[in-house]
């Protein structure tokens, strides 16, 4: 099973980029499925109904969250969706709407996966996500899946390397998400397991963490709240992991990071 996974999609230059460069990457790397977290999608926070159609119509079959999933409201709806592609953290208390993990069938195959917020400097207080994952796998409908895969939204890197090591040997890969910076540490762990830190951002290459690099230099500045805008510019940078996982084991076979930058024309 060859899967591609995109980092956090920073607003509309974000999902431009993406579907831009989509079918090329499909190809090159022989895809089945293409997995991308979408906290950021509408203007940098958040998922509206307009960007789920463009995002899912243009090429993305899943979607993962994180602490920015709730920011529009119609983000409730979504996830309520019998048919929903998209999942929000497993970690919130009980009553969120939603699922935080889904086995998705992918031919004739079925994979498992999984969303979890990290608690770390998250400024939310979350369920444990170290035994929220515990709780996930040990439910009675994962029997026979092989191929879980993990986004772990998480600001830490010592949380993210501590659940990769939790769950090594147990899972077919752990892929951090949330920092917008991509990290050079992907592996395979000792029991098995894929691990990345972080997958990095789909936005403006030349921004801070895709928004606009002026404006969050002035409220480092100033340290008071400024208009945050998102950035735009024509250069936009792709950043992911591919993996191909064997069918049987569950394990990864292979993987390379993909980092391209591609030109918008506006
Ligand atoms: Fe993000
Ligand atoms: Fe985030």
Not at 11 to 38: E, S, T, W
Not at 161 to 177: C, E, F, K, N, P
Request: net charge negative; proline share 3%.
């Amino acid at each position: 099973m060859k899967i591609l996974f995109f980092g956090d999609i920073m607003g509309k230059p974000g999902r431009q980029g993406l579907l831009k460069v989509l079918p090329d990457l499909k190809l090159k790397y022989n895809a089945d499925f293409v997995i991308a977290n979408g906290e950021n999608m509408s203007h940098g926070a958040g998922v509206t109904n307009a960007s789920y159609n463009e995002i899912i119509n243009g090429g993305v079959d899943f979607l993962t969250g994180g602490n920015h999933i709730w920011a529009k409201q119609e983000i409730a709806n979504i996830l309520e969706q019998k048919d929903a592609k998209i999942i929000r953290p497993a970690n919130y208390p009980p009553g969120a709407p939603g699922s935080g993990w889904k086995i998705v069938e992918v031919g004739v195959y079925k994979i498992l996966v999984i969303n979890l917020l990290g608690r770390m400097f998250m400024k939310k207080h979350m369920d444990c996500p170290f035994r929220k994952m515990d709780e996930i796998l040990a439910d009675d409908a994962l029997e026979d899946i092989k191929i879980k895969i993990i986004d772990f939204h998480a600001e830490a890197t010592a949380e993210k390397v501590a659940l990769g090591y939790y769950v090594d040997g147990r899972v077919s890969a752990l892929i951090g998400t949330h920092t917008h910076i991509a990290t050079s540490d992907a592996r395979i762990l000792p029991k098995k397991t894929f691990y990345v830190t972080d997958a990095g951002m789909t936005g403006v290459k030349e921004s801070v963490l895709g928004v606009n690099k002026e404006s969050a230099i002035e409220q480092f500045l100033t340290q008071r709240p400024v208009n945050i805008e998102i950035s735009e510019n024509d250069t936009v940078c792709i950043n992911g992991i591919f993996m191909d996982i064997d069918y049987n084991t569950g394990l990864v076979k292979k993987f390379e990071r993909i980092e391209k930058d591609v030109i918008l024309e506006i």
